[in-house]
């Protein structure tokens, strides 16, 4: 199996995520390039069969350089998405992860960004396996950073995230043996 690990980052909130992703990855022997995304990055997302991409949320959705790619990439697709369905490709998966502070109204500041970047995967054809929401700290603005909708989040992306993160990739990594046999008899 060949993975990708695909991210922008200008704090390092979403960096932190993603580079987790990518220690378990190497722990389980899994083949990963690990990717920070530039507006001009040209990358064939089906050279892999597993595919992350992370983005902090900025005003709810993927900052413009996450934008940027992945119209670029739509555009690259264009002739494989049909009216119905995408339609999904057998054997390629995603999963979606973001950053976000949720100072003004938590988690639903986050679900946007998500949701968008979980979309362009389903119209691509790559089946999306989860999304990952991680608080993180609003570089610079104490004030927001501890007395926001979701508490005090100075510190996140802390060492608990970081462990749900590696739990949360290691419960996909077992779950994908199961997913990857199902797409074979369907
Ligand atoms: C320009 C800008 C806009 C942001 N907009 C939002 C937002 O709408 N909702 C939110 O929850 N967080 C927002 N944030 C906070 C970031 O999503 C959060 O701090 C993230 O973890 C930063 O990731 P990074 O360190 O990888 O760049 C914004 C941050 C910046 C700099």
Request: proline residues 4%.
């Amino acid at each position: 199996m060949k993975c990708l690990i695909l991210y922008w980052s200008a704090g390092g909130n979403t960096e932190k995520i993603a580079e987790e992703i990518n220690s378990v990855m190497l722990e389980q022997s899994i083949s990963v390039d690990l990717i920070k995304i530039t507006e001009d990055l040209n990358i064939d997302l089906f050279d892999y069969d597993l595919v992350f991409l992370g983005a902090p949320s900025y005003q709810w959705i993927p900052p413009v350089p996450v934008q940027k790619f992945i119209k670029n990439t739509m555009e690259r697709y264009r002739g494989g998405i049909r009216p119905i369905g995408a339609p999904k490709k057998s054997g390629k998966f995603g999963v979606v992860f973001c950053t976000f502070c949720g100072v003004h109204t938590g988690l639903k500041e986050g679900n946007v960004a998500g949701k968008y970047m979980a979309q362009f995967f389903e119209h691509i054809g790559i089946f999306v396996l989860d999304e990952w929401y991680t608080p993180g700290k609003f570089h610079g603005w104490d004030e927001g950073n501890r007395f926001g909708k979701m508490g005090d989040i100075s510190n996140r992306p802390d060492e608990k995230d970081l462990t749900i993160i590696r739990n949360n990739t290691m419960e996909l990594l077992l779950g994908l043996n199961f997913y990857q046999e199902t797409d074979k008899r369907i």
